[in-house]
């Protein structure tokens, strides 16, 4: 079967990003390594002035590279997969596709706000040694560097969306059903119209994926000296083992039962939404609070207070929130949405017997 010059593209593409994350988790455990060296020597040479880097922010460096790590390689088997046209890369890519689209808006969104913040010095800082107009364009061009950034993960999430269109095509389903065997040897014709039972929707698979990948960095999370925060209240110790576990669990069970197209994953994975829509909603009309936590994490990572304002820290937390309650909303409707797809098939009477 001639393989599409759109799925070759998409393979490339996928090839080139996957080594750009290699190289990134290279560099994620270069600086971990190094970190600890240039902290000792810092501390050494100048000790009234340097500040000690957190022992933990390597650790935290090295897992970001390995999560890094993970990613190019599900982009480099999927990649391989397209070349081969078999039909798992073509679900393999729609959720990537899914993921890209959604953390490309959500980082677009992230630098076009950063574009609104005011550089102005805080109170109490050392004044700059710049002249105002060398300051004014400083500022000028630091917001242009946030456009740009904005562009280019506009341009990754453009991406990622037609990954998800082009993959849903007609034509593109054609060119993978040659891979589906079962239909084959059950004796039924396979076309791209075809509709399998069972068959578990694109966007349920992105759904548990998602669960599956965020119940992961829960658990990793663990490990991490930043506390957790539930409903206003910040743990430390045994309640955020107990709530990082809890959430790993839960977020577990739900990416396995929606794989497995069970109805109690989707009923489990509805209380789990309403868990976080009321939780967003808290934090939305709360945002004190969440300034209270993040406040504690930059002690943690660097005594210099956040140069972002208060107020404005305020808007982008319940903006943030609002989001995520128009997410669970949407995730909502996709399960409502394909809920005869959880149902069980029933088989067909046996004629024969009867008679």
């Given at each position: 079967?001639?393989?599409?010059?759109?799925?070759?593209?998409?393979?490339?593409?996928?090839?080139?990003?996957?080594?750009?994350?290699?190289?990134?988790?290279?560099?994620?455990?270069?600086?971990?390594?190094?970190?600890?060296?240039?902290?000792s020597v810092g501390v050494a040479g100048s000790p009234s002035s340097a500040v000690p880097m957190p022992s933990w922010i390597p650790l935290m460096m090295y897992f970001i590279g390995t999560v890094l790590a993970g990613f190019a390689i599900w982009g480099i088997v999927t990649a391989i997969g397209l070349f081969r046209l078999r039909r798992w890369a073509r679900y393999s890519i729609l959720i990537i596709g899914g993921l890209v689209a959604f953390f490309g808006l959500v980082s677009?969104?992230?630098?076009?706000?950063?574009?609104?913040?005011?550089?102005?010095?805080?109170?109490?800082?050392?004044?700059?040694?710049?002249?105002?107009?060398?300051?004014?364009?400083?500022?000028?061009?630091?917001?242009?560097?946030?456009v740009v950034l904005a562009l280019m993960y506009g341009g990754i999430c453009s991406i990622g969306v037609w990954w998800l269109v082009y993959f849903n095509r007609k034509t593109a389903r054609e060119t993978f059903a040659g891979r589906i065997e079962e239909l084959v040897v059950a004796g039924i014709p396979v076309t791209a119209s075809i509709a399998v039972p069972g068959r578990r929707p694109i966007l349920i698979s992105v759904i548990a994926v998602l669960n599956l990948i965020g119940a992961g960095c829960i658990l990793l999370s663990v490990f991490l000296p930043i506390p957790a925060l539930a409903f206003g209240f910040v743990l430390h110790g045994w309640g955020k083992l107990a709530i990082y576990v809890l959430y790993?669990?839960?977020?577990t069970a739900v990416g396995v039962g929606l794989w497995r197209m069970q109805e109690w994953g989707r009923?489990?994975?509805f209380g789990l939404l309403a868990l976080g829509l009321v939780q967003s909603a808290f934090y939305a009309l709360q945002p004190s609070l969440v300034l209270r936590y993040s406040a504690?994490?930059?002690?943690?990572?660097?005594?210099?207070?956040?140069?972002?304002?208060?107020?404005?820290?305020?808007?982008?937390?319940?903006?943030?929130?609002?989001f995520s309650i128009l997410f669970c909303v949407a995730i909502a409707a996709v399960l409502?949405?394909?809920?005869?797809?959880?149902r069980p098939i029933v088989p067909p009477p046996d004629e024969s017997a009867a008679a």
């Open positions: 079967m001639k393989r599409p010059f759109g799925v070759t593209f998409s393979a490339i593409i996928l090839l080139l990003g996957s080594s750009f994350q290699i190289l990134m988790a290279l560099g994620m455990a270069l600086s971990g390594a190094i970190m600890p060296a240039q902290n677009m969104l992230s630098m076009l706000a950063a574009t609104m913040v005011s550089l102005t010095p805080l109170p109490g800082a050392t004044p700059s040694p710049l002249a105002p107009d060398q300051a004014h364009s400083v500022q000028v061009m630091t917001k242009v560097i946030f790993c669990c839960l977020q009923r489990l994975t504690e994490i930059n002690k943690l990572i660097s005594p210099v207070p956040s140069p972002l304002p208060a107020r404005f820290q305020s808007i982008l937390f319940s903006a943030s929130f609002g409502i949405h394909y809920r005869r797809a959880f």
